[in-house]
């Protein structure tokens, strides 16, 4: 069964794993490595109230994921802890991913964690890509969760590229990135 190669960054905070990954992304394609995939990212409205966005890298196309303390109203909404999510931004996510997954050499899930332990949020697809050869995923994961999401998807070792745990020195940052240039250089897909 083939699957893919894959790097991982832990964090505990979205806003740390997604900076990091999104300085380690253009890193890589000013390497001309090309990449695609989303970054997720945390806001928090006048009220207060925590608000979570799935952003496609590479355009302003952003989607709604979730909202804390709204209650869940119809079939395209899911209650999970102290949040509302919104399977449209999910299924947004992963038709971006569908849409580059023939060009990108590498892409980027970023806020992966307890929602995907619980075969929910973006599970499926990471279930669907680690089964695939071809592009290099790079997975941002919550600490908190790391254990419990290594178990859960049965990452295989011998296919992982590197890892990252944050906060991390500038020197781990930079061999970070130069492996996986050099395992994108290795397994050059060609653009269809």
Not at 39 to 47: C, E, G, M, R, Y
Not at 116 to 134: I, T, Y
Request: aromatic share 6%; hydrophobic share 45%; glycine share 6%.
């Amino acid at each position: 069964m083939a699957s893919a190669r894959w790097a991982l960054i832990s964090a505990e905070r979205i806003e740390e794993s997604a900076a990091c990954a999104l300085s380690v992304v253009a890193r890589l394609q000013a390497a001309g490595i090309r990449t695609a995939g989303f970054s997720q990212h945390k806001s928090t409205h006048a009220q207060g109230t925590k608000r979570y966005e799935v952003l496609r890298l590479h355009s302003q196309e952003r989607a709604l994921l979730a909202v804390e303390g709204a209650c869940a109203q119809g079939d395209n909404e899911m209650p999970f802890c102290s949040m509302v999510f919104y399977n449209d931004g999910f299924a947004t996510a992963q038709r971006w991913v569908e849409e580059e997954r023939h060009q990108a050499e590498l892409f980027l899930l970023n806020g992966l964690g307890k929602l995907e332990v619980f075969d929910k949020g973006h599970a499926p697809l990471l279930e669907r890509l680690l089964k695939e050869e071809g592009a290099l995923l790079l997975l941002c994961v919550r600490a908190s969760q790391l254990g419990c999401f290594m178990e859960r998807f049965l990452l295989p070792e011998e296919r992982m590229v590197d890892a990252l745990e944050l906060p991390a020195s500038p020197q781990a940052v930079e061999v970070f990135v130069q492996n996986l240039e050099a395992s994108c250089h290795v397994h050059r897909i060609k653009p269809v």
